[in-house]
């Protein structure tokens, strides 16, 4: 099996993704384990990519998801490394929650045989950057592990700081594990290998926009939101020709371009060249398309704000960079976009330090909202068109910026990330209970698709919520039409401000409990989707509620029935 699986890397297979193999002849303290937590995909393909050289080189590898990590092994492991994100404000992946519960916990064991090493990714526009990362590092210490190297922390250009920890972690690796000769023979694969798609993240293809229309009427708004005129959009590309595949619960990666009119803002306030000659790591562009396809524009992050504040000379910036003024420094980056930096602290900025100093821009990912049965050689995306207004002028993101004035016709470069944590469940006569608020509800579009065209026997439950019945019931005609037909079963409506008392789905969820409750006993799987920042803490907060109520549980007990839920793959979530 070691063998095969070492074919498998030299022919440039992907490695299995979940439990991996490990090799049968190995014992534990003869190969290297690597144990990955990913939300958005990075980190899994960084450990794979890990796996897939460590294989190559002849050493004993397994690769596991977080999830899928049999903790009462870690006190016999000899070389560990982890691959780990953090989401929003300090919180693990989904797949890694019980995985670090488990390790920063009194039942962790002591690990004085372990050595170690810790790949952090993160984004540094959110002030808790790579912390899980930095836990799980300090924690291994503590708990007696030797750390190899130190901790990498990488972020949204996660390849700077990726590349060289892979080969400190390999060469360490190599010194640590001698390569044997089983891998060293010929491998017959027992089945054909898969060719890797023509296109995917750093190769995307130009996918044909065919529809763009509003989902919502005009006039719109969100709450509490100045200056914001609410609009969602329904998208559908055409991936014809493009051998791209995908399953519900996947991902679209679009490549955004920054608003022209944002490019020459920058430009103006800075009294900079759109057309000067600039050269950063041996790539020669004009600044303009620096500004325009090249550099993080719409998404402020904490370095180019200490970088700005050298160049502005600006006590106020300093202070908010001090480590007791997180919650300031969190909403400064949250509301604030480049320009908005630029214009407020006056500093003087040459072309080349200001493209060295931005971020690279990177790639945004839509759930998919549609399935393939249904729609063929096509992806539709639930878009919330970002723009609003300031004193200083109009504001926009990126990628949602593109597609909502995308016209029919225009090419956009897309990929495909799978996401093989939010998948439906492989038995098709188990019931689903999709949570869904706002642009959340996409991935469960595609769901009832996908079930409608299998004739799954299993019962479909949606959840949905958004402030106002009339203006932004998402797909309300296809939702009432899936119901008359029977391809779902139940439609629970949450709508806030059509009544003096606030009501989310959370309340839905409370006020349906007994029904939920006797669903999962039943077998369901659970889903939710959308904003990461409240409404997946208080879904969480509610499903406990329930749990604890209609099962008779403690609150410990009803957190552990619902991470068991978890662990077998029956509540996943797909929160941004």
């Known amino acids: 099996m070691s063998g095969y699986a070492a074919g498998l890397a030299r022919s440039g297979a992907a490695l299995a993704p979940a439990a991996a193999a490990p090799a049968a002849e190995s014992k534990t303290g003869e190969r290297l384990s690597i144990v990955y937590g990913s939300q958005t995909g990075n980190a899994k393909r960084l450990a794979e990519q890990l796996a897939g050289q460590a294989e190559a080189a002849g050493l004993s590898v397994r690769l596991v998801r977080a999830d899928a990590y049999p903790t009462r092994e870690l006190k016999t492991e000899r070389l560990l490394y982890i691959v780990i994100s953090t989401q929003g404000d300090g919180d693990p992946p989904d797949d890694a929650r019980g995985l670090v519960e488990f390790i920063a916990g009194k039942r962790a064991p002591e690990l004085k045989g372990l050595s170690f090493a810790v790949l952090g990714l993160g984004d540094s526009s959110y002030p808790q950057f790579c912390a899980i990362g930095a836990r799980l590092d300090t924690r291994l210490a503590e708990l007696g592990a030797t750390r190899l190297f130190a901790r990498g922390e990488a972020d949204l250009d996660f390849e700077t700081v990726s590349t060289p920890w892979l080969q400190q972690a390999l060469g360490h690796a190599r010194d640590a594990l001698k390569p044997t000769t089983a891998h060293l023979a010929t491998v017959t694969p027992l089945r054909p290998l898969q060719a890797a798609p023509a296109f995917h993240r750093d190769a995307p293809f130009a996918a044909e926009l065919i529809a763009n229309r509003r989902l919502i009427a005009r006039g719109s708004s969100a709450a509490g939101a100045v200056g914001f005129d609410k609009d969602i959009r329904h998208i559908e590309l055409s991936l014809e020709g493009s051998g791209l595949h995908y399953q519900p619960g996947d991902a679209l990666g679009l490549w955004p371009r920054n608003p022209p009119a944002l490019v020459q803002a920058v430009l103006d306030t800075l009294q900079l060249d759109g057309e000067a000659d600039v050269g950063h790591n041996g790539q020669h562009l004009p600044l303009r398309q620096w500004l325009s396809e090249k550099r993080e524009l719409t998404k402020l992050a904490r370095p180019f704000v200490a970088s700005h504040a050298a160049h502005a000379r600006s006590e106020e910036l300093n202070r908010l960079l001090a480590p007791d003024q997180n919650a300031q420094l969190a909403e400064l980056l ?112 595609g769901f009832v698709q996908d079930r409608a065209a299998d004739g799954a026997a299993g019962r479909n439950w949606l959840l949905f919520g958004n402030p106002h019945f009339r203006s932004d019931f998402l797909y309300q005609v296809e939702w009432q039409a899936a119901l008359k037909a029977g391809q779902l079963h139940r439609l629970d409506l949450a709508f806030s401000r059509d009544q003096a008392q606030k009501i989310y789905v959370q309340h839905r969820l409370r006020e349906h409990g007994r029904d939920l409750y006797d669903w999962l006993q039943g077998g369901a799987h659970l889903y939710v989707c959308g904003d990461a920042t409240r409404m997946a803490k208080d879904v969480h907060a509610a499903l406990l509620a329930v749990i604890a109520e209609h099962g008779g549980k403690s609150p410990e007990a009803a957190e552990e029935y619902l991470n068991d839920l978890q662990q077998q793959g029956r509540y996943a979530r797909d929160v941004y």
């Open 334 to 445: 949250s509301r604030t976009q480049v320009i908005d930096l630029l214009q407020r602290y006056d500093g003087d900025w040459s072309a080349e330090e200001l493209v060295a100093a931005l971020r690279p821009l990177t790639p945004r990912l839509y759930s998919i909202a549609s399935s393939q049965k249904a729609v063929g050689e096509e992806a539709h995306l639930t878009v919330a068109h970002l723009e609003y207004a300031t004193q200083a002028g109009l504001r926009w993101g990126a990628a949602s910026h593109l597609l909502a004035v995308a016209e029919e016709g225009e090419r956009l470069p897309v990929f495909i990330e799978h996401n093989d944590r939010f998948r439906l469940p492989s038995d098709s006569t188990r019931d689903i209970v999709m949570i869904g608020p706002g642009t959340g509800v996409a991935p469960f579009r």
